[in-house]
């Protein structure tokens, strides 16, 4: 399983990944193997406000739909319109063009609370 | 993960084709080997190979097998000639159903019933009560067969190739014994995709052999997956989701399986209004999900039993139980998705065209 260390994670499988000031969020290689074939993502609407651990997007495959945690509080600036006709970005590209949303951090040390690849790792092991 | 999980025949052939086990019933079985849409796809368009060895066969003999059988079930076996099957239903006393199953007649005195793997310890109860007292002998087989299910506009191309029977003259229903690749096995020209295909008996020794064969020979292996999705799209009930101990069959398309016979339960089964009924629903936008509530002008309408994004439409659809005066075919109603009401479009299920052969 990809789990590349330039980023950070949650234990609910959502990675972060600073760009400038902004924290760019997606789904882990091993979230979007375990959800199968995406089919349609409902992302947050710019300019809302979010806490982390809040349910911000939701990722639909053909068996399920599975909600999205933000994982640091901010505002949502920008999401991944692409997705709204190739939500299969997500499966093929998880960590690059399947990108779903970026938030502009309420506090820039937030991100540092994340897990790094390592401890990521161990989250996947156990649920594997 | 999946320890203590039963093990089919075929456990170790979808380890070796990459297949993602989950429990489906106590069952370890996969859910995919690669993607659900490719290999839903696969059956649609070309021919697919299931493992259904978890399903339940029982063996009902005797002289009182026919009487106990049209007693005990809501379609009428004295229709079936040997060699011919009827999809069927188990009534209980209070106007539900206790499984839907296939009833094969394999001999003059002999059915072979198959049942759904969660409901076998249910079944086989609630049958060997209604035999007490009649001349007929019940037999739990359900580990003594493997089962797969073949399915496909190919299939019949497929195996063709591996047996010498002819099969173009056996129609849709039949069932007989024959051999393939050597091996001799029960087929039935039956499924449960919406497409033309056959369902393969073996022992649970000869399974992996005819499995190979018909891998070996291109058909993609589909997992339970494809397997909802497909029978969703065909618009077949699922027990536990449409159809339950607590749902009348008279209230849903499924209303024609009911014969005009004496049957167990059948004055709780006729006393019963029905107050809402079992329609597919399609939704141009988001995808319905089991338990979403349905609405009519923002009130309660009814609720979603089962929902997916269709792989071939590319919509949501669904079946589900509305209130009998909006369940017309063609009434704009809602599906409440995470909060929002979107539109809905009742419809009479199946959702696409099926059964094309190549």
Request: hydrophobic share 40%.
């Amino acid at each position: 399983m990809n789990i590349p260390e330039d980023r950070r994670y949650t234990a609910s499988h959502e990675w972060a990944k600073p760009e400038g000031n902004l924290i760019v969020v997606g789904i882990s290689d091993f979230a979007q193997d375990s959800l199968g074939d995406v089919v349609f993502v409902e992302l947050p609407e710019v300019g809302r406000e979010v806490e982390a651990g809040e349910a911000v997007a939701v990722v639909e495959s053909v068996k399920t739909a599975s909600d999205i945690y933000a994982p640091v509080a901010g505002t949502v600036v920008e999401v991944n319109e692409a997705l709204a006709d190739e939500p299969e970005l997500v499966n093929g590209d998880p960590y690059n063009a399947g990108w779903l949303f970026k938030i502009e951090p309420a506090d820039a040390s937030a991100y540092e609370k994340l897990l790094d690849a390592a401890g990521y790792a161990k989250v996947v092991e156990e649920e594997s | 993960m999946l320890v203590g999980m039963k093990r089919t025949p075929l456990y170790d052939e979808h380890l070796k084709l990459g297949g993602r086990m989950v429990d489906f019933a106590g069952w370890a079985l996969p859910v995919q080997y690669t993607s659900i849409t490719k290999e839903h796809l696969a059956v649609r368009e070309d021919v697919g190979l299931f493992d259904v060895s978890h399903m339940g066969e029982f063996f009902v003999r005797g002289p009182g097998a026919l009487d106990f059988l049209r007693w005990a079930t809501l379609n009428d076996p004295a229709r079936l000639k040997v060699g011919r099957a009827q999809y069927s239903m188990l009534s209980n006393d209070r106007g539900g159903v206790v499984d839907d199953i296939y009833v094969y007649r394999t001999g003059v005195e002999e059915y072979l019933v198959v049942v759904n793997a969660a409901n076998v310890a249910k079944d086989w109860a609630h049958l060997s009560r209604l035999a007490e007292g009649r001349e007929v002998e019940l037999e739990d087989a359900s580990y003594a067969w493997a089962l797969m299910a073949l399915q496909g506009p190919r299939a019949e191309e497929v195996l063709q190739a591996l047996t010498d029977t002819d099969l173009a003259g056996v129609r849709k229903n039949a069932t007989l014994t024959l051999t393939v690749v050597g091996v001799p096995v029960r087929i039935a020209r039956t499924g449960y995709t919406g497409e033309d295909g056959f369902e393969i008996f073996t022992t649970p020794e000869d399974a992996p052999a005819v499995w190979r064969a018909l891998i070996e020979a291109g058909v993609t292996p589909a997992g339970l997956g494809a397997r909802d999705t497909l029978r969703l799209e065909a618009g077949f009930p699922l027990y536990g989701h449409e159809l339950t101990d607590a749902t009348n069959p008279r209230c849903t398309p499924l209303a024609w399986v009911i014969k005009d016979k004496p049957y167990y339960g059948r004055e709780a089964m006729e006393a019963a209004t029905c107050d809402e009924r079992l329609v597919g629903l399609v939704m141009e936008r988001g995808i319905p999900r089991e338990g979403y509530p349905v609405l009519s002008g923002g009130a309660p309408a009814g609720r979603v039993t089962s929902g997916t994004q269709s792989p071939l439409l590319k919509k949501g659809i669904a079946l589900g139980w509305v209130r009998e005066d909006l369940a017309e075919e063609g009434a704009e109603l809602d599906v409440e998705v995470r909060g929002r009401a979107l539109p809905a479009r009742v419809v009479r299920p199946p959702f696409v065209l099926l059964g094309k052969k190549k």
